[in-house]
């Protein structure tokens, strides 16, 4: 295993890291600002579109996608230490160079599953930046960390797909450029396997029957920058026959298939996030005195700084590990490894955070730091993609299987 940087993902660090200095960490402020004067808080600042202008220019743009024919043909490995940038300032880089969640996984879900219309109506929209996206799996009813639990009714009467059901923490779905969903509803609820009984349809936004119904809060937060996470009706929703993506029955495996890559992506930027708490510790260490000396120089500061310093470091090279793994034996190969760092990852994010919030004291949970927020969006990411009590499970029992 070879982690050194190659020469084009250099060039893109370098690249990326001056957008970062130069556009994206001030524009943190001006979107605030901004954002406190439009007419709805979901509309776009202005800002951010100036940001994508910038970022598409730069050819920092899709950066996600390793295929050549729709982003810039990264692998895991190359994209890894991109992503960990972008983390830094996760309500604004990872949306201005087009590698956002939810966009990412549906714009991963149709260009691998998706026909030649459902690409040109839904994928190049998306590729371009023109339109936002979500993707509507979880409900409120069910357990839906395991996905054959989901109740929504896809029921096909004629050329039509009827949709009925309400979902929840559907990322994106308060943004007004949201513009299509991927539903996924059980087209064969009796069938035997269970795994075989869910299915994907495209929903546009504007389909008669679809109520966005309220934005859930996360932790106090709208998350008004990634569109916010709504309760959303279905309500007799009807769209064609074509707009099943793939299979009838092929849900589950879509499911899959879209959340290995979300889990490292999120990983990724979560050490991004770590690193700007550090870099905020440090600072705040260096400038606040109490006790009559530096936060510098008490113990338990030095403390938490060293022990955040080796945390990362430690997760950086697992994470690291996992995409060169999936880059070399593919995302079933390294199984294991996803699991561990969707365990590891957010669980030490959140404590790293946690102490940068307590060494800013009253600070460190205002808003005039971005800490808060980002122990909010790190927390979340010990429930997103399956919690990590799903994944532990799992990761035993593979491990266990050996003695067997």
């Known amino acids: 295993m070879d982690f050194a940087f190659d020469a084009r993902t250099e060039e893109l660090r370098a690249k990326l890291l001056a957008f970062m200095d130069e556009y994206v960490y001030p524009a943190e402020t001006v979107a605030h600002e901004q954002r406190a004067e439009l007419a709805s808080p979901w509309d776009t600042p202005a800002v951010v579109e100036e940001l994508k202008a910038e970022a598409r220019q730069q050819g920092l743009w899709n950066l996600f996608l390793p295929d050549t024919e729709y982003g810039a043909g990264l692998t895991n490995l190359q994209y890894a230490p991109l992503a960990e940038i972008t983390g830094r300032s996760p309500q604004l880089a990872p949306t201005a160079t087009n590698c956002a969640a939810p966009d990412t996984g549906n ?8 026909d030649e219309q459902q690409k040109k109506q839904w994928l190049q929209p998306l590729l371009a930046g023109e339109i936002r996206s979500a993707f509507a799996m979880t409900e409120p009813e069910v357990a839906s960390s395991d996905a054959t639990n989901i109740t929504t009714r896809i029921e096909r009467e004629g050329d039509e797909y009827v949709i009925t059901g309400r979902k929840w923490y559907i990322s994106g779905a308060m943004n007004p450029d949201c513009g299509i969903f991927i539903v996924m509803g059980k087209t064969d609820p009796d069938g035997a396997d269970i795994r075989r009984q869910q299915s994907m349809v495209l929903v546009p936004r504007d389909t008669p029957g679809v109520e966005i119904r309220r934005a859930m809060q996360v932790y106090g ?4 920058s990634h569109g916010g996470h709504a309760e959303v009706v279905f309500d007799q929703v009807r769209v064609p026959v074509s707009n099943l993506i793939g299979e009838e029955g092929g849900g589950f495996a879509i499911a899959q298939a879209r959340l290995g890559p979300g889990r490292i992506h999120h990983c990724m930027r979560l050490i ?62 390294a199984h294991t490894e996803i699991q561990a760092i969707k365990i590891a990852t957010p669980r030490t994010v959140v404590d790293i955070l946690d102490k940068a919030v307590q060494l800013h004291g009253a600070g460190g949970v205002s808003q005039d730091f971005p800490l808060a927020e980002l122990w909010a969006s790190a927390r979340t990411l010990m429930l997103a993609d399956g919690p990590d009590e799903v994944h532990q499970r799992s990761l035993a029992r593979r ?5 067997l």
Request: charged share 25%; proline share 1%.
């Open 399 to 403: 491990e266990i299987k050996q003695y």
């Open 272 to 333: 991004g996030m770590a690193e700007r708490a550090i870099e905020l510790m440090c600072r705040r260490a260096v400038s606040r005195t109490a006790f009559g000396k530096p936060l510098a120089q008490q113990g338990v500061v030095q403390n938490w700084i060293a022990d955040a310093r080796v945390a990362v470091e430690q997760l950086r090279l697992l994470v690291l590990k996992t995409a060169w793994m999936m880059d070399t034996v593919g995302n079933r190969g």
């Open 107 to 114: 714009m991963e879900v149709l260009a691998q599953f998706g």
């Open 221 to 224: 937060y709208e998350d008004h």
